[in-house]
């Protein structure tokens, strides 16, 4: 059943844009719980950020999703004191499993040849400024995408009912069920039952299978379970350690899918990208033996980059501009500008 690419990279993104050049670029982060535009003046190195709600249509619906966006690019534009017309080029990276009504709903409101890209596309920009390489992401939810020599793919990203696998969401979720197992007996001895009921401040277990029932727990309360698991595991919980042993086993099939599909061979970055990965040695060490198996050259790395940067590195792409884009310092340059 193997078809198509799931996400694929717009012509204008294909590094072979010539140079307009552009003075003004506009990169667009959209979330479901907040959006954030920043407008890059190439000539001056300076930065101005807006800030919307969110941005996730699966969230808000697009006509609200859509009015996030333009709020928080309005704000950034006119932070750096400049007219609409004189942005050069906009990426505009959104969450969600789609963003096709976003980009219709966009161009029915401006006709300012605006790019609408998929968030994970913005993501892999941050890994190598646009260049063949692969991103995973393992925040709350958990996707993973590259470009090389044979194109795009992108595995995962199924969200928390039908994937996520190794996200923060999987591991809080697979705790709460270790701490079950252990408590009917079906499973291993565990402290996750008595990290868990402290981490969420019920007497026990049973209630806490009442308060993910009824109230219910939120994606981003669960996925913060996987923090409290982390530190299990670095202090010998055999069962938080097979945990991101597991997890690590099923993302790292999904990053060797996409190194296969997209033809990537020998030396080439793996950018990991979300609070996952904070959990350090005993998610990075099974990841990397998981990855070396068969791109044993593949160089994994955290990337740090707001994701904001990778929106403004592919409008940079989009205005054939990236030999004036500073990547390496757009990082600190974001994150002067929000800590501003």
């Known amino acids: 059943m193997r078809g198509d690419p799931l996400v694929t990279l717009p012509a204008e993104l294909?590094?072979?844009?010539?140079?307009?050049?552009?003075?003004?670029?506009?990169?667009?982060?959209?979330?479901?719980?907040?959006?954030?535009?920043?407008?890059?003046?190439?000539?001056?190195?300076?930065?101005?950020?807006?800030?919307?709600?969110?941005?996730?249509?699966?969230?808000?619906?697009?006509?609200?999703?859509?009015g996030a966006l333009l709020r928080a690019a309005d704000e950034a534009i006119a932070a750096a004191g400049i007219e609409r017309a004189e942005v050069g080029s906009a990426v505009l990276a959104i969450a969600g499993t789609s963003t096709d009504s976003i980009a219709a709903n966009l161009r029915r409101r401006r006709d300012d040849g605006w790019i609408v890209v998929n968030d994970v596309v913005g993501a892999w920009a941050t890994v190598d400024g646009g260049g063949q390489a692969v991103a995973a992401i393992a925040g709350t939810g958990s996707n993973v995408f590259g470009v090389g020599p044979d194109g795009s793919w992108r595995t995962g990203g199924w969200g928390h009912l039908l994937g996520d696998e190794g996200s923060g969401f999987w591991l809080g979720i697979e705790s709460i069920r270790a701490a079950l197992a252990d408590r009917d007996a079906s499973g291993p001895p565990t402290r996750l039952g008595e990290v868990a009921c402290a981490f969420f401040d019920v007497p026990d277990v049973e209630a806490l299978v009442t308060l993910v029932y009824s109230k219910p727990?939120?994606?981003?309360?669960?996925?913060?379970?996987?923090?409290?698991?982390?530190?299990?595991?670095?202090?010998?919980?055999?069962?938080?350690?097979?945990?991101?042993?597991?997890?690590?086993?099923?993302?790292?099939?999904?990053?060797?899918?996409?190194?296969?599909?997209?033809?990537?061979?020998?030396?080439?970055?793996?950018?990991?990208?979300?609070?996952?990965?904070?959990?350090?040695?005993?998610?990075?060490?099974?990841?990397?033996?998981?990855?070396?198996?068969?791109?044993?050259e593949a160089q994994m790395t955290r990337v740090e980059m707001a994701p904001v940067g990778g929106s403004l590195t592919l409008a940079a792409l989009a205005a054939g501009r990236q030999d004036k884009l500073d990547f390496r310092g757009l990082g600190g340059l974001i994150d002067a500008a929000l800590a501003g």
């Open 14 to 66: 294909t590094g072979s844009a010539r140079d307009t050049g552009a003075r003004y670029l506009l990169g667009v982060d959209g979330g479901a719980t907040k959006t954030l535009a920043a407008v890059l003046d190439l000539q001056e190195g300076a930065l101005h950020v807006g800030h919307g709600g969110p941005s996730n249509e699966d969230a808000v619906g697009a006509e609200q999703a859509v």
């Open 217 to 296: 727990l939120t994606k981003g309360e669960i996925a913060a379970l996987a923090v409290e698991t982390g530190r299990l595991a670095d202090h010998g919980d055999e069962v938080a350690l097979e945990l991101y042993r597991r997890g690590a086993e099923l993302l790292g099939s999904q990053i060797t899918t996409v190194i296969a599909q997209t033809g990537l061979t020998g030396r080439f970055p793996v950018g990991l990208i979300g609070s996952a990965f904070r959990a350090g040695e005993v998610f990075l060490g099974p990841l990397r033996d998981r990855i070396a198996e068969s791109s044993p």
